[in-house]
T-cell receptor, first 114, second 108 residues
Framework: DAGVIQSPRHEVTEMGQEVTLRCKPI?????LFWYRQTMMRGLELLIY????????DSGMPEDRFSAKMPNASFSTLKIQPSEPRDSAVYFC????????????FGQGTRLTVV | EDQVTQSPEALRLQEGESSSLNCSYT??????LFWYRQDPGKGPEFLFT???AGEEKEKERLKATLTKKESFLHITAPKPEDSATYLC?????????FGSGTKLNVKP
């Protein structure tokens, strides 16, 4: 398996634009996590899914953020409209179980909102 | 209120100089404590999961231990390739909390 695949690796967009980040988890993993990492706040869990169903989205900062998982092999994180303070590295991770959470992370998407 | 606190923020060691990193936590229903390694520009890489006080796990030069209030990541005779940021995370009920990490720099 190629691991967790995220796209794009880098995204620069203007304030107010819609941004969509994509993730392909490891095949067979039932859990998918979206994280955001900044220097100020470190690594924060935004939302996680189990079997394509959102379980906990309490980390999603605002209504401008939304995440979907239409099938077991694909998830998106959308920001609409984007703001400069959304600039961060966004990671997707997947794992086979929640209790062990030996999560495998993707390479991340570095988002810059200007 | 911080659920996970890591110390020190940064640590510089000479090659071969053993040391320990600390992760203290205040969650009430610990379901697991995790250690990750993160290299610049990359996602975190899983190292260990610990579930109960007294548990220990080892991998090469790394050994993780857990008490009821904290975890230690012991690094024995580190090498320059051990330089990275080490992150601690806890699973509390349905929540996950990450510490801010310890940036380790091992000089040859």
């Amino acid at each position: 398996d190629a691991g967790v695949i995220q796209s794009p690796r880098h995204e620069v967009t203007e304030m107010g634009q819609e941004v969509t980040l994509r993730c392909k988890p490891i095949s067979g993993h039932d859990y998918l996590f979206w994280y955001r990492q900044t220097m100020m706040r470190g690594l924060e869990l935004l939302i996680y899914f189990n079997n394509n169903v959102p379980i906990d989205d309490s980390g999603m900062p605002e209504d401008r953020f939304s995440a979907k998982m239409p099938n077991a092999s694909f998830s998106t994180l959308k920001i609409q409209p984007s703001e400069p303070r959304d600039s961060a590295v966004y990671f997707c991770a997947s794992s086979s179980t929640l209790s062990s959470t030996e999560a495998f992370f993707g390479q991340g998407t570095r988002l810059t909102v200007v | 209120e911080d659920q996970v606190t890591q110390s020190p923020e940064a640590l510089r060691l000479q090659e071969g100089e053993s040391s320990s990193l600390n992760c203290s936590y205040t969650v009430s229903g610990l379901r697991g404590l995790f250690w990750y390694r993160q290299d610049p520009g990359k996602g975190p890489e899983f190292l260990f999961t610990l579930y109960s006080a007294g548990e220990e796990k080892e991998k090469e030069r790394l050994k993780a231990t857990l008490t009821k209030k904290e975890s230690f990541l012991h690094i024995t005779a580190p090498k320059p390739e051990d330089s990275a940021t080490y992150l601690c995370a806890v699973h509390d009920f349905n929540k996950f909390y990450f510490g801010s990490g310890t940036k380790l720099n091992v000089k040859p």
